[in-house]
Every structure is written in structure tokens, then in C-alpha cells.
């Protein structure tokens, strides 16, 4: 029997100092959550009998709403248990979230956006909500003759939003609610072939996408879609990337990292210590020795991760654990900021010193922010070492494996790189790996 009950979500509270209501539903162990949408303060709550104490101004009206939403899940679960089937706390949180309603494609998005920030994941709840946007302009777009009189709203509501969505702040929660929860203006059986075609055109034409932009829309759509059918909200007949529909095809795309000579460079270039760009190239530069370390990994690194001569991390992105030796000039980086060192909890490099380490949401934008100083300074890095490439972040894990070539083993790239799939090494390392094709032409050449 499922184990269900209303709780205060003590993880995500707002700067008026209110904390979400959630039902909490447990059943093999395995627990998921239903946000009500009600907010109240830690001292209007009773832990003990799951209710709003007298002390809130509305308690009865709450408390009867909650009630009401709690009965619904209940009803589901006993359901379950009377017809001896078994089902999830997961399949319950679907069932009673959809239950009586058809679900639009913007609102079954929204929730997806909504779970990702409540889980922490905030980097990937951005990018799909921006696709969300992207798509409800196109439907603007799509349905008027007078597609320039459109364009120029839907470029002043862009400008809008990218202001609102660099604050991220308390409110995005009820931000995605507001844009969303009653957005039925596209449903999952409106997308077919015709709708992907026109929508390809559209991000191409007046976003002015590249086509890796335009085909991680497609797959975010199709991400949906497989989500919706699995939860019952549409038939999987109405799937428009089947057989020989929509196919979508990841194209490759160049690689370029610097030469050993170009990382020379950079290293001996002279610069003013403790200026912005001078903390900027120790932070690309630890990031190369360790492989092309994500530069998110990097700024978020505690001298506790240091053990023992070895580096101890776990990736942002995949949650892998990895352990590295410290190289000897990595080691020299480190001497520059171990004076300022205060704990070993402290932070390696300076941009995250005043994040607060108990929220996560506030980490990711000062992370976010930290990375957005890396990418100004780094321009002024190459132009100081003569380096004539587009110097990013990224970059670094390039030059890695530009110097690396051919000269070690792909298994131990696949570790260095920590790629699930050997695979993936092996057709990221062809990008810098020249030789073969560079003999076999000048063999023709010169013959």
C-alpha cells in the first residue's frame, strides 16, 4: 500500500520565507512528489497531523483544499490495490496529475520544467523552457498573414523575457505557472510532419538557428512526445517521428583546440596577478590539465576535493566520479590561491566565495555569472598571446585532445574524457587525429 501524505517542502523556500506544499507519495521505497501550488510559513504548518494550523489566516479554506487533493491521490492508490494491480509512485503522481484532463503540450512541458528546477537541475530547466517559448512564438508566427506586424511583438516579448529570465530568481516557479498552466493552444496531436517542417523554417529563417540548435529543438519535442505516450496522455499513432517521418540526424560538427605551441603561449603571456584575466587563464589552464575539465567542474571545486596529490571530483552533468593525479602545473595554479584559502571547504577559485552553500539555486547563478567573466576575459587572453582561434571555455577540452592525437589509447581517453561509450571517444578523437589523411596526401602530391 502506498504511502501518501501532505508535507512542507523545506527545499525551496521563497524570499517572503513561505515553503511549498507537496503530497508526498511513497510506495516501494520509492518517493515522488505533486506541488499543490499553496505556499505557507514553517509556523503555520502541524508536521505532526499534516494540516494548516488556526494561526494562518486561511486555514480552513486550505485545509479543505488540501484535502481534496489528497483524497484524489488516495482514490487512485486504493484503486490500484483493489484491482491487485501494480502500480508506481510515479504512475500514481501521473495519473493524479492528468486525471480528468487533457493535458496541452506547453503544460506537460511546463511541469517538466517545473520538476527539473524543484530537482536541482537548473542549467537544463532554462534551455527547455526557452524551447517552450521558442515553439508558442512559432504558433504566433505561423497563424498570421501578417507575419511581419508578428515577428516585431514576438522580438519585443524575446527582449522581455531575456531580461526576466537573467534574474532567475524566487518567482520562477509561478513565472513558468503564469506563461503556461492554461496554454492549451497546441496539443500533442497537433505536431506532425507538416508542423516539424514549417517549425524547421521558422527557427532557420527568423530565429537564426544553427542547424544543431534547430535539431536540439526537434529532439526536445520528440523527448516530450516519448514522455506523453508513456504517461497515456496521447496515442502513440499520432507519433510524427516514426519510420519514415521526421528523421532527425545529429550532423557532426568541427573540432578545433589549440597546438601545444598556442598553450605555450598562453602560459608564458604576462599578466597582471590577481586581475580578472590573470584569474582567468589559471581557470582554462587547470581545466586543460585535467583533461578539458567542464569549466562549471572547475569553478565549483572545494580544496576538500584535493586528497593525497590526487584530484577527487564528480561531474555536474552525468553525476561520474573520477579521481586524477595532480600534474605539476596544476600544482602551480594551486600554490597562487592556497593563501587565501580559509577552510577546506572553501572554494578553489574565487567566483563562487560568496555563494551560499546550501542552495543550489544559488551556486548555479553564481557559477552561471562566473562563467560569463571567464568568456569576456578569455577574448582578451588570446588577443595577449596572439592566438587567433575563438578561445572559449570549451576549448580546452579540444586542445587536449588535439595534443593528444593519436598517442594514447582510446581506452584511456574514454576515462580521461569520462565518456559512457567508447564509441563516442573514438569519434570525438577523429576530429584531431590528421596523420593518415595528411601522408596519404602528400604521397599523391608528391609522387
Known amino acids: 500500500m502506498a504511502s501518501i501524505k501532505i508535507v512542507l517542502w523545506k527545499h525551496d523556500k521563497k524570499k517572503d520565507g513561505t515553503f511549498p506544499l507537496a503530497i508526498r507519495i511513497t510506495q516501494n521505497r520509492k518517493t515522488r512528489y505533486i506541488f499543490t501550488g499553496k505556499y505557507i510559513l514553517e509556523k503555520d504548518w502541524d508536521k505532526n497531523l499534516s494540516k494548516v494550523k488556526k494561526s494562518h489566516p486561511n486555514s480552513a479554506r486550505l485545509n479543505n483544499f488540501l484535502l481534496k487533493k489528497l483524497t484524489e491521490v488516495d482514490s487512485i492508490a486504493l484503486e490500484a490495490e483493489g484491482s491487485k494491480e501494480f502500480i508506481s509512485s510515479k504512475q500514481i503522481k501521473n495519473k493524479a496529475k492528468h486525471k480528468g484532463r487533457t493535458v496541452s503540450f506547453f503544460q506537460f512541458g511546463a511541469e517538466r520544467v517545473m520538476s527539473r528546477f524543484q530537482s536541482g537541475k537548473f542549467s537544463t530547466c532554462k534551455g527547455e523552457l526557452s524551447m517552450l517559448f521558442n515553439v508558442r512564438e512559432f504558433l504566433k508566427w505561423n497563424r498570421f498573414e501578417e507575419r511581419q506586424q508578428v515577428i516585431d511583438g514576438i522580438k519585443e516579448r524575446r527582449r522581455n523575457r531575456v531580461g526576466q529570465s537573467r534574474k532567475f530568481g524566487y518567482n520562477f516557479l509561478d513565472h513558468v505557472k503564469s506563461e503556461f498552466d492554461k496554454e492549451t493552444s497546441l496539443y ?145 595554479i594551486l600554490a597562487c590561491y592556497r593563501p587565501s584559502r580559509q577552510s577546506q571547504d572553501d572554494y578553489i577559485f574565487p567566483y563562487l566565495k560568496k555563494a551560499n552553500p546550501n542552495s543550489k539555486r544559488d551556486i548555479f547563478v553564481k557559477t552561471r555569472n562566473g562563467i560569463a567573466v571567464l568568456n569576456k576575459y578569455l577574448k582578451q587572453l588570446a588577443e595577449k598571446s596572439g592566438i587567433t582561434k575563438n578561445l572559449s571555455n570549451h576549448i580546452a577540452r579540444h586542445s587536449f585532445g588535439n595534443i593528444a592525437g593519436d598517442a594514447i589509447s582510446p581506452l584511456m581517453l574514454q576515462k580521461l574524457y569520462r565518456h559512457s561509450d567508447l564509441k563516442t571517444t573514438i569519434m570525438y578523437q577523429a576530429n584531431f587525429i590528421h596523420k593518415d589523411a595528411d601522408d596519404a596526401l602528400d604521397a599523391v602530391l608528391n609522387s
Open 188 to 332: 500533442f496531436e497537433d505536431i506532425n510532419e507538416a508542423f516539424l517542417s514549417n517549425f524547421k523554417v521558422f527557427c532557420i529563417s527568423y530565429l537564426e538557428h544553427k542547424t544543431r540548435t534547430v535539431t536540439n529543438h526537434l529532439i526536445y519535442i520528440r523527448t516530450l512526445f516519448n514522455a506523453a505516450i508513456k504517461e497515456g496522455i496521447v496515442e502513440a499513432k499520432h507519433y510524427p517521428f516514426a519510420g519514415e517521418k521526421e528523421r532527425i540526424r545529429i550532423k557532426p560538427t568541427q573540432k578545433i583546440g589549440l597546438t601545444r605551441e598556442e598553450i605555450e603561449r598562453i602560459e608564458n603571456v604576462e599578466l597582471e596577478e590577481d586581475s580578472p584575466v590573470w584569474h582567468t587563464r589559471n581557470v582554462w589552464l587547470f581545466s586543460f590539465y585535467f583533461a578539458g575539465i567542464r569549466i562549471s567542474d572547475v569553478l565549483q571545486m572545494k580544496w576538500s576535493d584535493l586528497m593525497d596529490g590526487r584530484l577527487y571530483y564528480t561531474m555536474n552533468k552525468n553525476e561520474k566520479p573520477l579521481s586524477l593525479k595532480i600534474p605539476e602545473q596544476a600544482e602551480g
